[in-house]
């Protein structure tokens, strides 16, 4: 009989940063890649916006609705035992507090999440939610819903200016009462000094080695993407013959710190 792992909760994310194992995140979208990733024993499930990009076809992440995000955290969350359930709160769903709050609710008690994450510097959305004892994940440097303001795709935190910006908002976030952080596409320096100034783990996605964990979306990294997968990601799909197996390679390259190297770093 297999032993019934017991469920991840928030503080066993913090205790894995205290004594340096890595967080091993990966997204999904539906039942059977969640069962997978549990089995593989995937740390985070993030139910990502990336969804609508992925799922729906969709060129950026603008379009995904609330509706869109419960009805596939729903999905994520009935197939797995273990892995702990991250989801987006989508484009426009916070931009109040109370807006914040709603939605929040949504993605919990319809979709099963076990935290929501937010994009950008919004501590009075970040602190209204986390007293109404939401755990909330701030995500920093790249903010895929902002990509009209953008223009594009590209790393963040180039200039002293910006990665300062970037140090203030994660300390703030945290001061907030953020209990985890995601940092996409930044410099691995960067990262790696917010990281080691935060308590809170930080999940890098683009952003180096030395982040507390790693987050890719899972088509990327299983490479059967629509768009261009993005310089940071990797094809685990090479020298294995299953999906699975790509998935336990990730798992274990996270794990012992293969992954990223600094061809998929900046
Ligand atoms: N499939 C997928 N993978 C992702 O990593 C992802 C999504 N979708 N959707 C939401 C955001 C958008 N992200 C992206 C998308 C594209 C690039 C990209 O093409 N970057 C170029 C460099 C662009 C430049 O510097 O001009 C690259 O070559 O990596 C980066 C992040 C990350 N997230
Ligand atoms: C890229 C990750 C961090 C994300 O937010 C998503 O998949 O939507
Ligand atoms: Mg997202």
């Known amino acids: 009989m297999q032993p019934i792992s017991k469920a991840l909760a928030i503080n066993d994310l913090a205790d894995m940063k205290q004594r340096g194992e890595k967080i091993t995140c ?3 979208y539906d039942a059977s890649f969640s069962s997978l990733l549990d089995k593989v024993g995937i740390d985070v499930i993030l139910v990502g916006d990336s969804l609508g990009m992925v799922i729906q076809g969709q060129r950026t992440t603008v379009p ?12 994520v969350s009935h197939a797995r035992q273990r892995a702990f359930v991250m989801a987006d709160l989508p484009f426009m769903s916070y931009a109040t507090p109370k807006a914040a709050a709603k939605n929040a609710a949504k993605l919990m ?26 755990p909330v994940c701030g995500h920093l440097g790249l903010l895929p819903q902002s990509i009209n303001q953008l223009g ?3 790393v963040q935190g180039k200039t002293q200016i910006d990665a300062d910006k970037i140090v203030t908002d994660a300390l703030a976030l945290q001061h907030a009462g953020a ?47 629509i768009a261009k997968r993005p310089r940071f990601s990797k094809n685990f799909m090479n020298n294995v013959t299953s999906i699975e197996a790509a998935i336990a390679a990730y798992q274990q390259a996270v794990k012992c710190g293969h992954f990223p190297t600094p061809e998929h770093s900046f």
């Open 179 to 225: 209990t985890l952080l995601v940092l996409e596409c930044v410099p691995a320096v960067l990262a790696k000094q917010i990281s080691t100034q935060l308590n809170i783990p930080v999940i890098g996605i683009g952003a180096g080695l030395d982040c507390d964990g790693q987050v890719l979306v899972l088509y990327d990294m299983l490479n059967i993407g």
């Open 109 to 134: 008690q319809q979709g099963g999440a076990h935290m929501v994450k937010l994009e950008g510097a919004k501590y009075d959305c970040v602190s209204f939610l986390v007293d109404q004892g939401i």
């Open 152 to 154: 594009r795709y590209a």
């Open 26 to 28: 990966l997204t999904a």
């Open 64 to 75: 995904v609705s609330i509706a869109d995000m419960v009805y596939h955290t729903r999905c």
